[in-house]
């Protein structure tokens, strides 16, 4: 392994300064870039997809838990698997504490298509509380290209598709797979994926995430 060439703090700092330049050139490209997914069109989800959870059969409009938003995370977890994907397990991993988006009128819950009775017991195992569906009898894997054909079989791949709802009508907004998920796994990150972005419910301030006010 090759390592940084020892300098002195002088030099250091103008680097690092010039380095700085840089980071917030990418910053400002990227804020430019968040406005405009912001203003991505939308478009309308008219499927009935029905899935399984911890509290039995759910539609898409009830993983919105009466929120605006909803991001999905595809988590690949095959039918035929024993376990789910590690790499989606290490994501879900850094996924904060879930106040922060509900706070936000934002819901968050990992699919796939692995029947319920698997996803449960591995949920458990990893100690996880985020709401996980199974969506192994419906087309919605299919339909938001986080289960694709090739070689003559079906593929998992990992994703995230954000949602928003307008009382009982439901819209596909944004989706990102593979590595382009790099870096995304923070509240903020999420968020920036979102159609109203980091604070819907008007209200910056992060909180303790046991000192939020729930009114979503």
């Not at 690092?16 to 939308?42: C, D, F, H, T």
């Not at 990992?110 to 458990?124: D, E, G, N, Q």
């Not at 954000?162 to 382009?180: E, G, I, N, P």
Request: proline share 5%; hydrophobic share 40%.
């Amino acid at each position: 392994m090759s390592l940084p060439e020892i300098v002195t703090r002088e030099e250091w700092r103008a680097a690092r300064e010039e380095l700085l330049r840089k980071e917030e050139a990418v910053r400002r490209a990227r804020e430019v870039l968040g406005a405009e997914r912001q203003r991505l069109p939308m478009v309308e989800v008219d499927s009935e997809y029905l899935f399984e959870g911890g509290d039995g059969k759910a539609t898409l409009l009830d993983l919105f838990e009466g929120r605006a938003q909803l991001v999905v995370h595809h988590f690949m977890f095959a039918p035929q698997w024993e376990a789910g994907c590690p790499c989606c397990a290490a994501f879900l991993d850094q996924v904060g504490h879930l106040a922060h988006l509900r706070a936000r009128n934002t819901s968050f819950a990992a699919v796939s298509r692995a029947p319920f009775t698997r996803i449960l017991p591995f949920k458990a195992r990893m100690g996880w509380a985020v709401p996980w569906y199974s969506s192994g009898h419906s087309d919605f894997n299919a339909d938001f290209e986080a289960t694709v054909p090739s070689g003559g079989e079906l593929v998992e791949r990992p994703g995230l598709s954000c949602f928003l709802r307008d009382h009982d009508r439901v819209f596909h907004t944004y989706s990102v797979y593979d590595d382009a998920m790099d870096g995304l796994g923070t509240i903020a990150g999420l968020l920036d994926l979102t159609a109203l972005g980091r604070s819907p419910a008007g209200n910056d301030r992060l909180r303790l995430h046991d000192e939020y006010e729930f009114e979503y």
